[in-house]
């Protein structure tokens, strides 16, 4: 039994479909074998994407990526507040947008500014912030910024508290330096 030129083509035309299918398939999986956190990150923060990060003291932290630095990332909150966490502090990336795949050849800001760098350059004398590392949080107003240092004056307003910045793997501010 022979089959029209039509029938021909239509079959063509499925088989042609089956294998453009395959191909892309073939192309997804090799983009997420070579998918890199960083690159991830990077992407996320390009994308200016609204995501909810889960921390290695199981918090989880909503917000708008908005710069990536060589080990940290800075986000916006719905309430304007500055979130910088420390790449090592972060465990988890939930996010409802199309799937993102970033390789390691991708743009991951290795020139981007080191923590101590996000640090400096987000926060300003006057604001009130919040630091942390692991169980340990300290807030106050800052005072100052130094180059691994903010001082931060406690609530009764004659403390100070000098903290290392290095040791830091969160920082809160309620609006970002101006």
């Given at each position: 039994?022979?089959?029209?030129?039509?029938?021909?083509d239509s079959e063509r035309r499925v088989i042609d479909a089956a294998r453009e299918r395959r191909s892309a398939r073939i192309?997804?999986?090799?983009?997420?074998?070579?998918?890199s956190f960083c690159?991830?990150?990077s992407a996320l923060v390009e994308r200016?994407?609204?995501?909810t990060l889960l921390t290695d003291v199981g918090d989880t932290v909503a917000l708008t990526l908005v710069a990536l630095g060589r080990d940290g990332v800075v986000g916006r909150r719905d309430d304007t507040a500055l979130v910088l966490l420390h790449a090592d502090?972060?465990?988890?990336?939930?996010?409802?947008?199309?799937?993102?795949?970033?390789?390691?050849?991708?743009?991951?800001?290795?020139?981007?500014?080191?923590?101590?760098?996000?640090?400096?350059?987000?926060?300003?004398?006057g604001m009130n912030a919040t630091v942390r590392r692991g169980a340990v949080t300290i807030a106050g107003e800052v005072e100052s910024v130094g180059?691994?240092?903010?001082?931060?004056?406690?609530?009764?307003?004659?403390?100070r508290c000098y903290v290392s910045v290095a040791s830091l793997t969160e920082v809160v501010s309620d609006s970002p330096a101006s």
């Open positions: 039994m022979s089959t029209t030129g039509a029938e021909g192309e997804r999986d090799e983009a997420a074998a070579e998918t690159g991830l990150l200016r994407e609204r995501v502090a972060i465990l988890a990336i939930t996010s409802e947008a199309a799937r993102v795949h970033a390789s390691n050849t991708a743009p991951t800001n290795d020139s981007g500014p080191p923590w101590s760098e996000l640090v400096a350059t987000s926060l300003a004398a180059r691994d240092v903010v001082t931060l004056v406690r609530s009764d307003g004659r403390t």
